[in-house]
């Protein structure tokens, strides 16, 4: 099959005024509207300035519960000589009771004395005291609020109460989306063969649309061949405003999206010079904005919020939400390439007065940077990236508040800072964000003063001991706190039944066995270069030595999957996953707390969390752990 | 009927507390869970930590489109020395295609040539060059999201990447809602009788129960009979965890409310220090918490926001989000009784660098405060109240950028100002903010530079011209523009047929006629003032000469509805609410604009939108209006 591997890289603004022109030109932002009831106008918006159908109050009311009079008779009404009503002359009223014509004036309740049916009074009533007019509140033919409102509760009270019983709506746009790929399936499952991916890109475009006010027409997923991809887009187009393809836009054998936009209405362009969403393809057909949305997700979803969310809004007559922005310092050094504008998500954490961001992991493919994503940094063409320490702009995708009531765990991971974070959300709604670089890295972001907490697991080769001797070297000078979480179980983790007959480290050289190794600096790194050493086992013999994953889980899944046969890692993730496993050794995993980066709210709540009869039941559950020391100071340097 | 007078004054946080501390005590906070599925997740709320049940990618896979191959056979591949793979010794793979075990690394598509089948390279490929690690998304047993995390489209897509069929989510608190009142009417009509009122609160409190994650059980209107309440409350409590009764808090005596409470429950507290608000109750009913809200929307929504908000999202499990505050200026002198804490709605509107608000007509029956309000100031108690211009603290009710994007104009109102806020809204996105204060407030406001430009029709007694006396006096020094926007006839507005019989301004002497007045300082007042002068008619034998409204409108429907009988207004109105009209003058109602106050875009779309075909169109539809002079520059000072 032929390639078409030339594609564009169009920089943003010029495709940005290249779209909305040709739209312009074609007429496609005209809004469309139609007649709603008021009973179903919640959220909708106006499509035509409303006004009232009916006065409120319609009729003269009492602004009080007292008596309504006529206040031509109370005159010369004073404390010490009051006055007298008889029953004829007043009428009880409550708030909101009409006031019939022979009155003018209501007395409150608190200033009426009633003696044998007879009201008393201290005090002359000054003409329409207490009297609500007509209209107080809405007068027929008042504008109650302009075109391109959106009816809030407020707005549907206004409209119930102006007894306004239909009105002019936005129609709210119809967005079609076609998820294509043969590849491609719709729920996942553990007994998915290799080569197919779940579907799940369409789902988040549908929330995005409903969530900016589009309904969506979602078809079902069309396998990669033209013209079944002609007939689903046939099929969707006479139904919807805006027409979605999702990926097929690349330059791979199976992509026939731009091709068949050519062959069916005309491409605008194909390829943006933006990192990731690089294949991107925006077109029309008729008068319909086509939008090819590449396959990765964290591409999909910044191509949809370039080009998807300004059209989904203007189609409605009103401006998208702001996005706020918050000016951060980098935690990492974040180079870029130059022709590209980069779109970077970040966690963001304040620390010491300073919002630092850190770039989460850079993959096209990761479902979970768009979950853990605090915001997008975006490193415009022409710079060569950022230095760590820099200044930058970042567009939240969180609420700051939430952003601010967060704590940083940066260092080697274990489930129980899982458990950790699931604690600590639950009864605290305090957020931990986790990012596993390692004990080392743990070490190096401690001395930096950029992490509240460091999970470490590190073997001091002489004593045998764990972690002290690591955080008194790097960490002198400054205070901080080792506190235990766990011992555990770390070995061989093996597929069940051990198919490769490994029994002990000295199998690794054998050349069949395909290791999975944990990245530099990691604890589990350092303990394995420690045993092989005793051993006398050199690395460069072990197939597989260089390739490095970043958790337990991750080896564990690798070897799940077949794609290795072992790794070293903790028992805990072989059981997770129903692999078998060598017991090696067993190690100690301490957390290091900087408590001077702490609120004294936040560091009792971390304290309470560890020392939870939850936390301890959680671990044990999972097994291969030890809490004998769990909670406990290992060892503090309080300067 | 027994009035119950004698409601309590309790403090609001006193009133917070407690109710807290009994909704404590009784367990009311406790959490219900329910299993959902994955496809009906969207927008719910994790009850519990969610862990991923497969890993994404599954399988070894492609990172790019190119060729697979073993690295090792690569090893030597120059720009000089390419080397060519036959075709069984590589495998042609499309980004994310599986890697099957013979290869351990991918060579972009850019980089090979191919030749006769050969696949020509010019540089050796690193072991797992290019290559997705499974799980690189994803690991089984990884913890996708905390207990407590809203289900967006993120975490949707990540939840069917992982495989996760169903979860435990919150169940959404459920709140009953019992409309009660004899007075109330289910849709406002034409022909509604005195005394009868539209009940919306239940439609509000809905709505923002929604908004804020809540399901909601309304029941049909209640009349205010003791035992029908009862029975209401009954059949509802079973299906609801809050339930909440509309009107009946205070005093009056139909107002059942806090009786009923007492026997089938635990009235917590009735009465608080607020306004508007005061008569509200709290209680308990077994363990549901008992809301009863007051009858003026403006109330309700206060004691709604107060107690019921927190405590739906406290049945969540989620922090309510953050409400923004601005610090602002008070435009205008605020008082505030000791007693209280006193909330009052304001616009917003920055001029000259400072966002000043002006607080909204203060009766808590004003639903178009609710509409328009852009923000909360609570002056508390203890205060006085605040003098013009003292710094404020304003919590926002929209968004900052709508705030920031306004302009405002405070003066006499002319429905020609509502169909200009139509078409800069519709146009622009402009909102324009206006208040009817007459035309010597608005005169006042543009000497103080509050107002961006004002509406004026004041008619100076000596030259029998309009406007330009006044400005020059009063803005003597200032940069000022004068715009005629219409020409429009005065006269007296009187019902149908003319059942009084009134021919002329002498008329408004016979005792029968109950004149409706316009405010003092307004354009109108000065007219009939200078007319009654010179007809020497004493202004003091007129009846209802001290009544007043504060617009045109606002007097047509007051004679509409027969609370009074004439007043002088102009034609649009009469014609608006088909009455009939007696003419007595053509005047000539001008904007005075402040340019200085303006950016150069806003004033140019202001011009734009009174040059406007539609702007005339729409001004020639409503009648009355002659529109000789609109646009023109009447007159200006360009200092």
Known sequence: MKRNIYIENMPLEKAQTLFDQRLQEENCYRIQTEEIETTDSLNRITAAAVLARRSS??????????????AAITAGATEVSPLNLSRESYLEVDTGDYIPLEYDAVIMIEEVNFINGMAQIIKAAVPWQHIRSVGEDIVTYD???PAFTRIGPYEAAALLTAGVRSLEAVKKPIVGIIPTGTELVAQGSDEMPPGQIVESNSHMLKALCEEWGAIV????????????????IQETISQCDIIVVCSGSSAGREDHTAALLEEMGEVILHGLAVRPGKPAILGLIGQKPFIGVPGYPVSADLIFHLFARPLIYQLQGIAPPLIPELECRTARKMPSPMGVDDFNHVNIVKIAGNHLCFPLAKGAGITT?????????????????LQAGDNCIVSLRRPLNIIDNSIITIGSHDLSIDILTDILQ?????????ANVGSMGGIFSLRRKETHFAGLHLLDYETGGYNISYVQKYLAGQPWMLVNLVKREQGLIIPKNNPGGITSLKDLLLPQIRYINRQNGSGT????????EKENIPPEKINGYNREEYTHLAVAASIKNNASDTGLGIYASARALDLDFIPITQEQYDICILPQLFTAANLERLQTA???????????????YDLELSGQIIMANNI
Chains 1, 2 share one sequence.
């Open 57 to 70: 109050p319609h009729y003269i009311s009492s602004a009080m519960d007292g008596i309504a009079v006529k």
């Open 610 to 624: 560890i020392a939870s009869d939850e936390f301890k039941e959680r671990i044990m559950a999972i097994g291969g």
């Open 217 to 232: 027409k979602k078809q079902a997923i069309v396998i990669d061949d033209k013209e079944q991809i002609r007939q689903a």
């Open 369 to 385: 940077s768009l979950v853990k994503s605090d915001g997008i940094l975006c490193i415009q063409r022409g710079s060569e990236g």
């Open 525 to 532: 790194r350092i303990l394995l270069d420690y045993l092989l």
């Open 426 to 434: 639950k009864r605290y709604g305090l957020r931990l964000i986790s």
């Open 143 to 145: 504008m109650l609020f």
